[in-house]
């Protein structure tokens, strides 16, 4: 008496029998989702494209730069007080 674990699988499987000998036989993927969206409660935009990935990057390394130049800025002015002190009046 043989019994399964596990439910059976969903009937997709069937879908993709001939994926083998032919991989253009399954189903086409579904359309990307557009606009906003609800999973699990919290609020999504779908407005995670490539562009907009690049564009938070680009953002982040501006903020970068500009966060160095101003340390850089900072250290030269505290060097230049440091020097001024010990060359005296």
Avoid: F, W
Avoid at 34 to 42: F, K, N
Avoid at 60 to 72: C, H, L
């Amino acid at each position: 008496m043989a019994t399964a674990t596990y439910p059976p699988p969903p009937p997709y499987y069937k879908l993709y029998k001939q994926y083998c000998q032919n991989p253009d036989s399954g189903p086409a993927p579904p359309p990307p989702v557009q606009g906003p969206y609800v999973l699990y409660g919290a609020n999504y935009t779908a407005r995670a494209t490539l562009i907009h990935i690049l564009e938070l990057q680009i953002e982040r390394r501006k903020q970068a730069v500009e966060d160095i130049r101003r340390r850089r800025e900072e250290a030269q002015r505290l060097l230049k007080d440091a020097l001024g002190t010990l060359d005296g009046p």
